[in-house]
């Protein structure tokens, strides 16, 4: 019987404490700070905006952008002098300046170095997964971790213009990550040069040779 009633009062007891812990105090003011299990950084030392400290050399905790930080509408002078916005350049976008369409050639000169430091920057970013020769038989193939990647002789991507490849280049595609936060815009095109002779040598004849 003692037990029973036991067991009644502790089943109670134990309803009692659940619902409270649920409903209890809910709406209710409190000017007591909340009871923090789990403090998850919300309290912390840091240094509000403009505010002087002496760790800077400047004197306040609001620091310039890194060397070479470049503000999307700010102008840029160029070494030869012509000033333009980061977006008004198919240098970097690979675009018409104000328009959506790509570019149809390389902006910069196409020689030798510049194809040579495309094939060095090629084999180093782009072969392991389209291969040496770009027909798609790098080794991630062989490891069969990447899907099909493409095989850069393809007749379609031939017959891309020069700015969709580096478009691709920099933004990645569909299971191809973006190779643009990896190497800066020059190279980009460096290796949109070596990828053009790539294809170049797997479209010629023997004739060529004549
Ligand atoms: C991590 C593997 C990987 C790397 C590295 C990589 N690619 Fe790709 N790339 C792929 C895959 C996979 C596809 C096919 C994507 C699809 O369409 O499904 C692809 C597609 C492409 C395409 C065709 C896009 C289209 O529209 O179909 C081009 C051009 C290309 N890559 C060029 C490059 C170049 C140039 C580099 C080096 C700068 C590079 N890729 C680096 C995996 C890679």
């Known amino acids: 019987m003692i037990r029973i009633i036991l067991s009644i ?6 309803i009692g404490v659940a619902g409270f812990g649920t409903l209890g105090l809910q709406g209710k ?3 007591k700070p909340p009871t923090e299990l789990f403090p998850d950084m919300d309290r912390q030392a840091k240094l509000r905006p403009m505010e002087p400290n002496h760790f800077y050399a400047n004197g306040i905790s609001s620091q310039l952008p890194p060397a070479g930080t470049v503000a999307r509408s700010e102008a840029i002078q160029t ?3 012509a000033v333009y916005r980061f977006e008004d350049s198919a240098f970097n ?3 018409v300046v104000g328009s959506t369409n790509y570019v149809e050639n390389n902006p910069l ?11 060095d920057r090629f084999d ?3 072969a392991a997964c389209h291969g040496k020769l770009g027909d798609g038989n790098g ?3 062989k490891l069969n971790v990447m899907p099909t990647v493409a095989n850069l002789h393809d007749k379609r991507i031939i017959e891309m213009t020069d700015g969709e490849i580096f478009n691709v280049i920099t933004h990645g595609k569909s299971t191809m990550g973006a190779v ?3 190497i800066p815009a020059e190279d980009r095109w460096a290796v949109v040069a070596y990828l053009r002779a790539l294809q170049l040598s797997w479209l010629g004849t023997k004739d060529d040779l004549k």
């Open 124 to 126: 180093i970013y782009c």
């Open 139 to 141: 080794i991630t193939k």
């Open 29 to 31: 003011m409190s000017r």
């Open 79 to 81: 070494a030869n002098g």
């Open 109 to 119: 000169v196409v020689n030798l170095e510049l194809i040579q430091r495309g094939r």
């Open 9 to 14: 009062v502790l089943v109670g007891l134990a």
């Open 93 to 95: 976008t690979g675009h």
């Open 180 to 182: 643009g936060p990896l």
